[in-house]
Nanobody
Framework: QVQLVESGGGLVQTGGSLRLSCTAS????????MGWFRQAPGKEREFVAV????????SYADSVKGRFSISKDNAKNTVYLQMNSLKPEDTAVYYC???????????WGQGTQVTVSS
């Protein structure tokens, strides 16, 4: 079992920044990954970014490349999503996920709301 606790969402104006955090606890493995997904009202959940457990490998959705940055503090088992130059279309509930690979996430956080006002 893996538990994920997210924090850091909120309301921000267009062009602003937010940083999301997700701390993992429980039975984690060194060959796993942690990712961020988001779901806007009326839309399907979509991939945002992923990072390897070591923190050395990252990948991003095209829609956030150059604006978002994923990183990991290995000592704290915490993944961060730094979101800059936010746009209204970034408004969504953001979910942290833990999995054995970027295609297989078995554990999800509770979600945190990010709202970008125009």
């Amino acid at each position: 079992q893996v538990q994920l606790v997210e924090s850091g969402g909120g309301l921000v104006q267009t062009g602003g920044s937010l940083r999301l955090s997700c701390t993992a606890s429980g039975r984690t493995f060194s060959n796993s990954v942690m990712g961020w997904f988001r779901q806007a009202p009326g839309k399907e959940r979509e991939f945002v970014a992923v990072i390897s457990w070591s923190g050395h490998v990252t990948s991003y959705a095209d829609s956030v490349k150059g604006r978002f940055s994923i990183s990991k503090d290995n000592a704290k088992n915490t993944v961060y999503l730094q979101m800059n130059s936010l746009k209204p279309e970034d408004t969504a509930v953001y979910y942290c996920a833990y999995g054995s690979s970027a295609r297989d996430y078995g554990y999800w956080g509770q979600g945190t709301q990010v709202t970008v006002s125009s």
